[in-house]
């Protein structure tokens, strides 16, 4: 599966921003879906993810309450809509998809990522 990360771009704290991460192929909704993020100089570091059904969410405790996953199975899509943005939420967002059980890591697929710059 191919993935393609959209919607980053540069916002102030408090604001709102929609990622979206379209993927190609008939077997979407055979994948879990994650996103990730990876600020300068850190490690990548896992934000959310959703189940194959979209049944089930997953979050990192930083974003808990403030970012929700949802997916659109009919349109190979899965969304981050991130709201009360900090500065520290700044870094470059990847979408993966996992065809595997785990939420948290082994995904298979990766998609460019897309950069959230979040000024204070």
């Known amino acids: 599966v191919q993935l393609q990360a959209s919607g980053g771009g540069l916002v102030q704290a408090g604001g709102s921003l929609r990622l979206s991460c379209a993927a190609s192929?008939?077997?979407?909704?055979?994948?879990?879906m994650g996103w990730f993020r990876q600020a300068p100089g850190k490690e990548r570091e896992f934000v959310a993810a959703?189940?194959?059904?979209?049944?089930?969410?997953y979050y990192a405790d930083s974003v808990r309450g403030r970012f929700t996953i949802s997916r659109d199975n009919a349109k190979n899509t899965v969304y981050l809509q991130m709201n009360s943005l900090k500065p520290e939420d700044t870094a470059v967002y990847y979408c993966?998809?996992?065809?595997?059980?785990?939420?948290?890591?082994?995904?298979?697929?990766w998609g460019q990522g897309t950069l959230v710059t979040v000024s204070s």
């Open positions: 993966a998809a996992n065809s595997g059980t785990s939420y948290y890591r082994w995904y298979d697929y």
């Open positions: 959703i189940s194959k059904s979209g049944g089930s969410t």
């Open positions: 192929g008939r077997t979407f909704s055979t994948y879990i």
